[in-house]
């Protein structure tokens, strides 16, 4: 088994490799950026902007209090009329003056030690900054995840026992209306239910935390923890517990009909013993092998539209602005951080697996 996860480890370096190039190309190609962002503040602005900007960049580039109209032609919109020294001193300042191949090579030479780079536009490393937002989009996932499978692997291992009979009829309404509404209507129906928005005012419409914060005893702080994150939970719960439920639904239904089943059964065995016994084992792997994208879909997309409606400040919320403001540092930044807890999701996985399942030796696949 280590022989593997030592395998598994290395091929994460070309896959990680692949998921940056293909996104470094991308954004190349992603009209507007932090230079064309920057001409067009200049443009309105004026003077003041661009003082403001040489002396930041630290070069004299705006000589006479503006910028010089030359006639010459640039790649960037809105920049003709701009002195190209000034065009090019703002390309120095966000790394743009340098071939696109020798970017992306300081980028992977960066990101192998962790170094993300600095936000265009906030006065903070990437690093610092994704482990500053990450605690919010951890406690949502973390929480959903944990909820959605305590209630979806009971639930469906019980429509699958009552196949057919009334409790699977009736449960399965509740399952098809939780898959057909995404989480982001459910947290619009909570908010004008308890959040103030028309009838209860129970819960608090954002953040994580109460302003007096700070204030708060420890046991104090737990629970207005847990009442700021009732809503949030309760809306990614509700939308994501049906897909899951149906996969344990349908994966024991498949082996119950298996012949070991009934020769179990035959043998005078309970049905628990039977159950739980025999049949969850082979069930749960297809379950267990949907885990990593689950968490991530909860972690990553289920929670963006969830953060903003809560102005909850999390990975989701950040990455969704860096695109905004083409904060390119943080968008390769998030996507890297994103990309390799995947990975390590899915290693995580096999050995889940393996634990579910001694007799599958991954040992003896070829990858």
Same mark, same amino acid.
């Given at each position: ?8 480890? /290395? ?15 991308? +954004? ?54 701009? =002195? ?5 001193? /703002? ?23 962790? =170094? ?38 009971? /639930? ?51 953040? +994580? ?46 082996? +119950? ?27 749960? /792997? ?26 909850? =400040? ?8 860096? +695109? ?25 996985? =096999? ?17």
């Amino acid at each position: 088994m280590a022989h593997y996860i030592l395998k598994r480890l /290395l091929l994460m370096i070309p896959t990680l490799l692949g998921i940056m190039l293909v996104s470094f190309v991308i +954004i190349q190609f992603v009209p507007g950026g932090p230079v064309e962002r920057m001409i067009a503040e200049l443009q309105g602005h004026g003077g003041d902007a661009t003082a403001r900007i040489a002396g930041g960049g630290g070069g004299d580039f705006a000589a006479g209090g503006g910028a010089r109209a030359t006639g010459e032609a640039s790649q960037y919109r809105g920049a003709q009329g701009l =002195d190209p020294e000034f065009i090019a001193e /703002l390309e120095r300042m966000y790394g743009f003056d340098r071939p696109a191949h020798e970017r992306f090579g300081m980028m992977v030479w960066n990101y192998a030690r962790f =170094d993300l780079g600095e936000s265009y536009y906030r006065d903070i490393s990437v690093i610092d900054l994704v482990l500053e937002k990450m605690p919010v989009s951890i406690s949502l996932g973390l929480w959903s995840t944990l909820i959605i499978y305590l209630i979806s692997i009971p /639930l469906g291992i019980k429509k699958a026992v009552r196949d057919g009979q009334a409790f699977d009829v009736w449960s399965s309404a509740v399952v098809f209306v939780g898959y057909a509404i995404p989480s982001f209507m459910f947290a619009i129906l909570l908010i004008i239910l308890f959040a103030g928005g028309r009838y209860f005012d129970i819960f608090p419409l954002r953040g +994580i935390v109460s302003d007096d914060w700070r204030d708060l005893t420890m046991f104090q702080l737990i629970l207005d923890y847990f009442w700021h994150m009732t809503l949030p939970i309760l809306a990614m719960v509700i939308s994501g517990f049906a897909g899951l439920t149906m996969l344990t639904k349908n994966s024991f239904l498949d082996e +119950i009909n298996k012949q070991y089943v009934m020769t179990a059964r035959a043998k005078g065995l309970a049905e628990k013993r039977v159950l739980y016994g025999h049949v969850f084992r082979n069930a749960m /792997l297809i379950v267990i092998a949907g885990f990593p994208s689950a968490f991530l879909a909860i972690f990553f997309t289920g929670s963006l539209l969830i953060e903003v409606i809560f102005s909850l =400040d999390g990975l989701g919320l950040l990455g969704y602005e860096s +695109i905004i403001n083409r904060d390119y540092p943080v968008v390769l930044g998030t996507l890297y951080v994103f990309a390799l807890i995947g990975l390590v999701m899915t290693l995580i996985r =096999d050995l889940v697996y393996v634990w579910v399942d001694p007799r599958i030796d991954f040992e003896a696949r070829r990858l």
